[in-house]
C-alpha cells in the first residue's frame, strides 16, 4: 500500500483524526507495554541524565544565551569514573554568537584539565560550575583558557562578556551540562 | 538577570507539602488496560508537578524532570537523534519549559508541551545540520537488530517481539514507537515527522499493530 507524503501545515482546527478515537484494545495496550519493556532494554535512558538536567537547571540564568551540544566525546552512558579514560576527550558547543571547544584531559589525582577556545572570545570570563564548586578565568586574546583541576561530575560552562570582549556577544554564553 | 533556582527546602513542613503538592490524584479505579491507565497517570503526575513547581513547592522540579524525562529521550531517539543529539535536546527542552513554561495555561498540558517542545527542536536541529539535512532518518539512526548487549538484557519473549518489530517498515516501526511511548501523541506532529497525512495515521496504527500480532501468532502456531 503507497502512503502519500503528508503536505505539512495540520493542525488540531482541521477536525478529529479518523481513528484517533478508535480505543487501543486490551492486546493493543498490552502489546504496546511490552515494546516499551524492550525499547527500555534495548536502548536505554542514560540513568544519569535527570541529574545533569536538574543540575543545570539549578542556576540557569534565564537571560543567557544557550548554547547547543555539537559535538561530543563525552559520553553519559558509563559516566562517573567507571572506567579509567586515557586520551583526551573533545567536546563543541554553539550559540548564536559564540562556538566553544573543550578538551578534557584526565589528571593523576581524579580531576580533569580542561583546555578551552572560544570563538570569538578574546577576553571573555569563563565559568566553570561544579557540583562542589565554581571555578572562574579570564581567555586570553585568542579566546583560550584552561581551568587546570576541575572536579568530574556535572559541570556548565559560562563565558561571560567583559569590556575587553568582543561588543557583539552582549549577555552571558551558557553550555549544556555535560557530565565530565 | 534574573537566576532561576531550585527553591531551597522550607525549615518547617517543606517536605510533607512537597509530597503533597506532588501527589497523584486517586487513580480512576475499575480500568482493565493497563496501558493506558499508566499513560494517563503520566499525565496527571507531571501536571501536578507542574503546578507544584509554579507554585515553588521544593522538589517538584525533580520530580517532573524524572518523571518525564524517558519519554522525552525515546521520543527524541525516535525523531532519529543520536543518543548525544537526544541528550542534548531533553535538557534544552527543560531549558525551554523554565523559560517560557509560563505560557502553559493548563498544567496537565505539560507533556504535551514537552514533546511537541522537544519535536520542533529536533526537527529545526535535523533541518539546520548540513550533512544531515533533508534526510530520512537512517537505519543507523535507529536502534535496530540486538546487538549481542543487547540480547542479553533481553527475555526470549522479548527477543522475539524485537526480531517481529524489526521485519516491519520503518513507518511502522516508528510510529508504533512513538505511540508506545507517547501517552497523548500530538498526531499534527507526528503526521509531519512520519511525512503521511494526518488522517492515516489511526488507519496505519491499527493495521501496524495487526501485522505485528499476526507475526506472533503465526510463530505461536509454526
Same mark, same amino acid.
Given at each position: 500500500?503507497?502512503?502519500?507524503?503528508?503536505?505539512?501545515?495540520?493542525?488540531?482546527?482541521?477536525?478529529?483524526?479518523?481513528?484517533?478515537?478508535?480505543?487501543?484494545?486490551?492486546?493493543?495496550?498490552?502489546?504496546?507495554?511490552?515494546?516499551?519493556?524492550?525499547?527500555?532494554?534495548?536502548?536505554?535512558?542514560?540513568?544519569?541524565?535527570?541529574?545533569?538536567?536538574?543540575?543545570?537547571?539549578?542556576?540557569?540564568?534565564?537571560?543567557?544565551?544557550?548554547?547547543?551540544?555539537?559535538?561530543?566525546?563525552?559520553?553519559?552512558?558509563?559516566?562517573?569514573?567507571?572506567?579509567?579514560?586515557?586520551?583526551?576527550?573533545?567536546?563543541?558547543?554553539?550559540?548564536?554568537?559564540?562556538?566553544?571547544?573543550?578538551?578534557?584531559?584526565?589528571?593523576?589525582?581524579?580531576?580533569?584539565?580542561?583546555?578551552?577556545?572560544?570563538?570569538?572570545?578574546?577576553?571573555?570570563?569563563?565559568?566553570?560550575?561544579?557540583?562542589?564548586?565554581?571555578?572562574?578565568?579570564?581567555?586570553?586574546?585568542?579566546?583560550?583558557?584552561?581551568?587546570?583541576?576541575?572536579?568530574?561530575?556535572?559541570?556548565?560552562?559560562?563565558?561571560?562578556?567583559?569590556?575587553?570582549?568582543?561588543?557583539?556577544?552582549?549577555?552571558?554564553?551558557?553550555?549544556?551540562?555535560?557530565?565530565? | 538577570?534574573?537566576?532561576?533556582?531550585?527553591?531551597?527546602?522550607?525549615?518547617?513542613?517543606?517536605?510533607?507539602?512537597?509530597?503533597?503538592?506532588?501527589?497523584?490524584?486517586?487513580? #480512576?479505579?475499575?480500568?482493565?488496560?493497563? $496501558? &493506558? %491507565?499508566?499513560?494517563? /497517570?503520566?499525565?496527571?503526575? @507531571?501536571?501536578? *508537578?507542574? !503546578?507544584?513547581?509554579?507554585?515553588?513547592?521544593?522538589?517538584?522540579?525533580?520530580?517532573?524532570?524524572?518523571?518525564?524525562?524517558?519519554?522525552?529521550?525515546?521520543?527524541?531517539?525516535?525523531?532519529?537523534?543520536?543518543?548525544?543529539?537526544?541528550?542534548?535536546?531533553?535538557?534544552?527542552?527543560?531549558?525551554?519549559?523554565?523559560?517560557?513554561?509560563?505560557?502553559?495555561?493548563?498544567?496537565?498540558?505539560?507533556? #504535551?508541551?514537552?514533546?511537541?517542545?522537544? $519535536? &520542533? %527542536?529536533?526537527?529545526? /536541529?535535523?533541518?539546520?545540520? @548540513?550533512?544531515? *539535512?533533508? !534526510?530520512?532518518?537512517?537505519?543507523?539512526?535507529?536502534?535496530?537488530?540486538?546487538?549481542?548487549?543487547?540480547?542479553?538484557?533481553?527475555?526470549?519473549?522479548?527477543?522475539?517481539?524485537?526480531?517481529?518489530?524489526?521485519?516491519?517498515?520503518?513507518?511502522?516501526?516508528?510510529?508504533?514507537?512513538?505511540?508506545?511511548?507517547?501517552?497523548?501523541?500530538?498526531?499534527?506532529?507526528?503526521?509531519?515527522?512520519?511525512?503521511?497525512?494526518?488522517?492515516?495515521?489511526?488507519?496505519?496504527?491499527?493495521?501496524?499493530?495487526?501485522?505485528?500480532?499476526?507475526?506472533?501468532?503465526? !510463530?505461536?502456531?509454526?
Amino acid at each position: 500500500m503507497k502512503i502519500q507524503p503528508g503536505s505539512g501545515g495540520f493542525g488540531p482546527e482541521d477536525g478529529p483524526v479518523p481513528g484517533e478515537d478508535q480505543p487501543l484494545d486490551r492486546d493493543d495496550l498490552a502489546l504496546l507495554a511490552d515494546l516499551v519493556d524492550v525499547y527500555n532494554a534495548v536502548d536505554p535512558m542514560p540513568e544519569i541524565l535527570p541529574d545533569v538536567i536538574l543540575f543545570a537547571l539549578e542556576a540557569h540564568d534565564v537571560d543567557a544565551e544557550l548554547a547547543r551540544l555539537v559535538d561530543s566525546e563525552l559520553e553519559l552512558v558509563g559516566a562517573g569514573g567507571t572506567r579509567a579514560v586515557e586520551h583526551a576527550r573533545s567536546v563543541t558547543f554553539s550559540s548564536d554568537h559564540l562556538t566553544v571547544m573543550l578538551a578534557v584531559h584526565p589528571n593523576v589525582d581524579g580531576t580533569v584539565r580542561l583546555d578551552g577556545w572560544a570563538a570569538p572570545g578574546g577576553n571573555l570570563r569563563a565559568e566553570i560550575r561544579t557540583g562542589e564548586t565554581t571555578l572562574d578565568t579570564l581567555c586570553d586574546a585568542d579566546g583560550r583558557f584552561v581551568f587546570d583541576e576541575v572536579p568530574t561530575g556535572a559541570a556548565q560552562l559560562t563565558l561571560h562578556p567583559t569590556e575587553d570582549s568582543d561588543p557583539e556577544i552582549r549577555v552571558p554564553v551558557v553550555t549544556p551540562a555535560v557530565h565530565l | 538577570m534574573i537566576n532561576i533556582d531550585v527553591p531551597s527546602p522550607q525549615p518547617a513542613g517543606g517536605k510533607e507539602q512537597t509530597e503533597a503538592a506532588v501527589n497523584i490524584p486517586e487513580q #480512576r479505579a475499575g480500568s482493565s488496560d493497563r $496501558r &493506558r %491507565q499508566d499513560a494517563g /497517570d503520566l499525565v496527571v503526575r @507531571a501536571g501536578a *508537578a507542574f !503546578e507544584a513547581y509554579r507554585n515553588g513547592v521544593p522538589g517538584a522540579i525533580d520530580t517532573l524532570v524524572r518523571l518525564v524525562s524517558p519519554l522525552l529521550w525515546h521520543t527524541a531517539r525516535q525523531c532519529g537523534l543520536s543518543p548525544t543529539e537526544a541528550e542534548d535536546t531533553v535538557q534544552q527542552t527543560f531549558l525551554m519549559l523554565v523559560r517560557r513554561g509560563e505560557s502553559i495555561a493548563d498544567p496537565l498540558a505539560v507533556v #504535551r508541551w514537552l514533546t511537541v517542545t522537544l $519535536r &520542533r %527542536q529536533a526537527w529545526r /536541529d535535523r533541518s539546520q545540520s @548540513a550533512s544531515r *539535512a533533508a !534526510e530520512e532518518p537512517t537505519e543507523q539512526d535507529l536502534p535496530r537488530a540486538p546487538s549481542a548487549e543487547h540480547a542479553a538484557v533481553l527475555t526470549d519473549e522479548q527477543r522475539r517481539l524485537w526480531a517481529h518489530v524489526n521485519e516491519l517498515s520503518e513507518r511502522c516501526r516508528r510510529l508504533l514507537a512513538v505511540i508506545a511511548f507517547a501517552p497523548r501523541p500530538d498526531y499534527a506532529a507526528l503526521a509531519a515527522d512520519l511525512q503521511m497525512p494526518v488522517g492515516s495515521i489511526g488507519p496505519t496504527r491499527g493495521r501496524c499493530l495487526a501485522k505485528l500480532r499476526s507475526r506472533l501468532e503465526a !510463530e505461536e502456531w509454526s
